[in-house]
């Protein structure tokens, strides 16, 4: 299975892709993990993308675009995935087109995550992260056990740069501006799918699942 999972920042992307991920067994591809690796490990890509994200800023599509053909057509592409945070702009996504196109292959659904502005900064802003094994916490909805310290491999969370609120804003706008007409594009090739992600993680991934096994 290949899907796609669109929405805002904030929106439960990356909760949903984990939960997805283990009930389907296939990998969580995130651009963001990705990037976020780079910039860790200080590598060419890192240094290049770290501007960008640090001010909320997407990181440019060729940088992406190299990235994203490595990982799903490169030497071992997977037979499935969940594609988190790519494609963000329509040059993205027509490029990922011409991609399937090129080897015979096609993305199974698009799931267009969608809550409310003011419960998504709220989500932002309480948002924390295993450094280690990247699970996501929430301080108000799924805090973990030991303040700071995470559940699954006792490795140490922390606030991205990016949650915290000045750049939540901008990342918001650069979301309406720059992703948000993936959805038409996506409607318009008819594997989209509108889910209502207000609530639990547990109770939006019931609504996706059963839309997919529909
Ligand atoms: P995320 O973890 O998906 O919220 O991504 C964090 C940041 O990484 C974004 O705000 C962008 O700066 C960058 N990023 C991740 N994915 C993409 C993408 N597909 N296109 C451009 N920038 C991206």
């Known amino acids: 299975m290949k899907l796609i999972l669109l929405g ?26 990705i990037l976020r690796g ?4 200080s590598s060419e890509l890192g240094r290049k993308a770290n501007d960008f994200m640090s001010k909320g800023e997407l990181v440019p599509d060729d940088i992406i675009l190299g990235l994203i053909q490595d990982k799903l057509f ?8 969940i594609l988190d945070g790519f494609p963000r702009t329509i040059v993205q996504a027509k490029a990922l087109k011409t991609m399937f ?17 003011k419960l998504i900064v709220k989500r932002l802003s309480s948002r924390r992260t295993c450094r280690n094994c990247k699970t996501v916490y929430n301080l108000i909805t799924k805090p973990p056990v030991v303040d700071g310290v995470c559940d ?27 992703t948000e007409p993936l959805i038409d594009f996506y ?9 209502n992600s207000s609530g639990s ?14």
Do not use: M, W
Request: charged letters at 25%; a negative charge.
């Open 8 to 33: 805002p920042p904030g929106v439960g992307k990356g909760t949903q892709a984990q939960l997805l991920s283990n009930e389907y067994n296939i990998p969580q591809i995130s651009t963001g993990d």
């Open 38 to 41: 780079a910039i860790q490990r």
């Open 74 to 81: 490169g030497e071992k592409p997977p037979n499935g995935y």
């Open 101 to 117: 196109e090129e080897h015979h292959d096609a993305l199974d659904a698009v799931l267009s995550l969608e809550a409310d502005e």
């Open 152 to 178: 699954t491999c006792s490795g140490e969370l922390y606030q991205r740069d990016d949650d915290k609120i000045d750049t939540i804003q901008n990342r918001i706008a650069v979301y309406k501006k720059q």
């Open 187 to 195: 409607r318009a090739a008819g594997i989209l799918f509108a889910i």
């Open 201 to 214: 993680p547990e109770e939006v991934h019931n609504i996706i699942t059963s839309q997919l096994e529909d």
